[in-house]
C-alpha cells in the first residue's frame, strides 16, 4: 500500500469538533496560498475546481481571511463553495487594516467595534452568504480591550451575522478573558512538530476551556514535505524570503527533522507530509490542522494522513527523536513576532 492508497475518493471523513458543537471535517483547507503570500496567486478556475474537488473528498472546513489578497481569497472561496454552502463551514478574519487605500501593505490593526462590523458585511458579501460559521480575530490588537472584541462578537452572534467567533495568535490571558465574555470556538496558531511553543501554555488552556485549535501552517509552510531543501528559490513575492527559518543555513541545519519524518513515513508507507499530519491529529481530538495546497495530488495526499494510526510507541519515538533537534531560525521577523502571544 502507497501513501495515495490511503485516500479513497468516496471518502467521507471523520468529523471532529471545535468547542462544543462545530463540527467539521478533521482536516481542513487553508486557502491563503491559493491567491496570496506563496507566489503569484493561482488561476481561478483552477482553484475553484480545487475547492469543490475538496468538498466531493470529505473536507467541510475552509480558511480564509479578507486580508488574503487583499479581498481575493474570500471571492475566491466564495464563489467556488455557493453551490454547497449547506455542506461546509466558512472561517474568515478580521482585524488588519491598511494604512491608505493606495496601500497594499495590512501591517496596522484594528478591532474597534465599528471597524469589526463593516469587515463582517464586506466580508458576508464577498463570501456569498448570510452567515460566517468561524470568525476569528486575526492578531490581538492591544488598543482594544479584548473584552470590547468579545462582547462586540457576542452580539454579531445574536444578531445571526456569525455563528462562532475564535482567536489567532492569542495569549492565554486574552483568551480566557475573552472567553469569560462568550465562549470562544477556536484558537487558530501555528503548531507544527517544528513550531511547538504552544504546547507550553496554550494546549492547556485550550484543553480547560473546551476551546478547539487550529494548527495553521501545520507543514511548516511546506518544509515538512520533504520537497524544500537548502537550494530551493522562492519567487520573489514569496513571504518566506523574510523569514528567518527559511534562509539557506537554517533550511540546511533544519534537515535533520526531516530525515526523522521520512524515516518513519517510510516504516508506515506514508509521506512525511502526511506523517507530520497525523501527529498532529495525535496529539489531542480537538486539534484540526489547515494545510494549505494549490494541487489536487497534494490535496489528497494530506487528506490521506488522516488514515493514518500512530501507535503510542511510534509517538514516543517522535517526541523522543524530536527533544534531540534543535530547530534553527526564528518563525517570524521581530515586528510579525510581536504580534503574536498577546
Not at 475566491?76 to 455557493?82: I, K, T, Y
Not at 453551490?83 to 463551514?89: F, K, L
Not at 456569525?162 to 492569542?170: K, N, P
Not at 511547538?196 to 484543553?207: D, H, K
Amino acid at each position: 500500500m502507497t501513501a495515495f492508497d490511503l485516500y479513497c475518493p468516496l471518502n467521507k471523513m471523520q468529523k471532529r469538533k471545535l468547542g462544543n458543537d462545530l463540527e467539521v471535517s478533521a482536516i481542513g483547507l487553508g486557502c491563503m496560498g491559493m491567491s496570496f503570500g506563496y507566489g503569484p496567486a493561482s488561476d481561478k478556475q483552477q482553484m475553484i475546481s480545487l475547492l469543490r474537488s475538496a468538498v466531493d473528498r470529505g473536507i467541510t472546513f475552509f480558511d480564509t481571511a479578507e486580508a488574503y489578497g487583499p479581498f481575493e481569497n474570500e471571492e475566491l472561496v466564495g464563489e467556488a463553495l455557493a453551490p454547497v454552502r449547506e455542506q461546509v463551514v466558512i472561517a474568515t478574519k478580521f482585524g488588519f487594516k491598511r494604512a491608505s487605500e493606495d496601500d497594499a501593505r495590512w501591517n496596522d490593526l484594528d478591532s474597534r467595534p465599528e471597524h469589526i462590523r463593516e469587515v463582517a458585511e464586506n466580508s458576508l458579501k464577498r463570501l456569498r452568504t448570510d452567515t460566517i460559521d468561524l470568525f476569528y480575530q486575526h492578531r490581538v490588537d492591544p488598543n482594544v480591550p479584548i473584552e470590547e472584541v468579545a462582547g462586540t462578537l457576542k452580539r454579531l452572534i445574536q444578531e445571526g451575522k456569525i455563528r462562532h467567533y475564535g482567536l489567532s495568535e492569542a495569549g492565554a490571558q486574552t483568551i480566557r478573558r475573552a472567553h469569560a465574555v462568550h465562549p470562544v470556538t477556536a484558537l487558530q496558531s501555528e503548531y507544527s512538530l517544528w513550531w511547538r511553543e504552544p504546547e507550553a501554555e496554550i494546549l492547556p488552556v485550550l484543553e480547560e476551556l473546551r476551546i478547539g485549535f487550529v494548527p495553521f501552517s501545520p507543514l511548516g509552510r511546506g518544509f515538512l514535505t520533504g520537497k524544500i531543501d537548502e537550494n530551493t528559490t522562492f519567487d520573489s513575492s514569496d513571504f518566506r524570503n523574510s523569514l528567518p527559518r527559511f534562509t539557506q543555513e537554517a533550511r540546511k541545519a533544519n534537515e535533520a527533522l526531516l530525515e526523522l519524518l521520512r524515516k518513519i513515513a517510510e516504516r508506515k508507507s506514508a509521506t512525511p507530509a502526511q506523517i507530520s499530519l497525523a501527529w498532529l491529529l495525535s496529539q489531542k481530538p480537538w486539534i484540526v490542522p489547515i494545510p494549505g495546497t494549490t494541487k489536487l495530488n497534494r490535496l489528497e495526499e494530506n487528506i490521506g494522513a488522516a488514515a493514518i494510526e500512530l501507535t503510542a510507541d511510534d509517538l514516543r519515538e517522535i517526541d523522543s527523536a524530536a527533544s534531540r533537534i534543535t530547530i534553527q531560525g526564528a518563525r517570524y521577523p521581530e515586528k510579525l513576532q510581536r504580534m503574536t502571544g498577546r
